[in-house]
């Protein structure tokens, strides 16, 4: 019910945790100081996350406009949006955020897919996160092997996410290279590929 001061509270954590780093950096013991930054950074990501599936719409559009404009922040709430997109559905095996944009897809509001869609282009385009972002984008495409709703969710997700030339590069060859993954190949990552492919 107090989302918002618990997320401001966690914002301010997190750069008052920034600001503390950079002010500590010259420690004689900066590798138990960085270690420790790294577990705290995991924490924050991680009750980010926690915020974000719970409460989805606010939380979202909290941290997506806090992507471009606090730089302390950016690190967390793509760590945490891209460990929410390695959650599944216990029943059905599908992916928790794929399924939320799939729903907010097919909704008149197109906020949330707008917000998903900015998620899913910043952590592309992000040295520190663009291999684990192709390494999620890749368990959704199997699990659209076997879940429709899913190869449909990616049939409109991917083509908004390959508008520039370089994010179509990235995807475009994992949809090969999963394809080629194995004698079975992937028949979604197949339909996928045409579907973005240029005429």
Same mark, same amino acid.
């Not at 029943?91 to 907010?104: E, F, G, K």
């Not at 520190?128 to 449909?152: K, Q």
């Not at 997700?157 to 508008?163: D, F, G, K, Q, R």
């Given at each position: ?121 910043? /952590? *592309? #385009? ?10 999620? $984008?890749?368990?959704? !495409? &199997?699990? @659209? %092997? ?13 083509? /908004? *996410? #390959? ?10 060859? $994992?949809?090969?290279? !999963? &394809?080629? @993954? %194995? ?17």
């Amino acid at each position: 019910m107090h989302y918002e001061h618990a997320l401001n509270a966690l914002l301010d954590a997190i750069r008052g945790q920034r600001r503390q780093q950079d002010q500590e950096g010259d420690e004689d013991d900066a590798e138990a100081y960085a270690e420790f930054v790294k577990e705290e950074a995991i924490q924050f990501a991680d009750a980010l996350e926690l915020l974000l599936l719970a409460l989805r719409k606010p939380v979202l559009r909290a941290l997506a406009e806090r992507l471009t404009g606090d730089r302390a922040v950016r690190e967390y709430a793509l760590l945490a949006f891209l460990q929410a997109c390695e959650q599944s559905d216990d029943h059905t095996d599908r992916p928790l955020v794929l399924d939320w944009y799939a729903q907010a897809a097919a909704t008149i509001d197109d906020t949330d897919t707008a917000h998903l869609i900015t998620f899913w282009q910043a /952590a *592309l #385009v992000d040295r520190t996160r663009t291999a684990r972002a192709l390494r999620i $984008l890749r368990g959704w !495409v &199997r699990t @659209a %092997d076997h879940d429709p709703e899913s190869e449909a969710a990616l049939t409109s997700l991917l083509p /908004a *996410l #390959v508008t520039t030339p370089a994010n179509h590069s990235r995807v475009s060859h $994992l949809l090969r290279t !999963v &394809r080629d @993954a %194995d004698k079975g190949g992937s028949p979604a990552a197949e339909r996928l590929l045409a579907r973005i492919s240029t005429p």
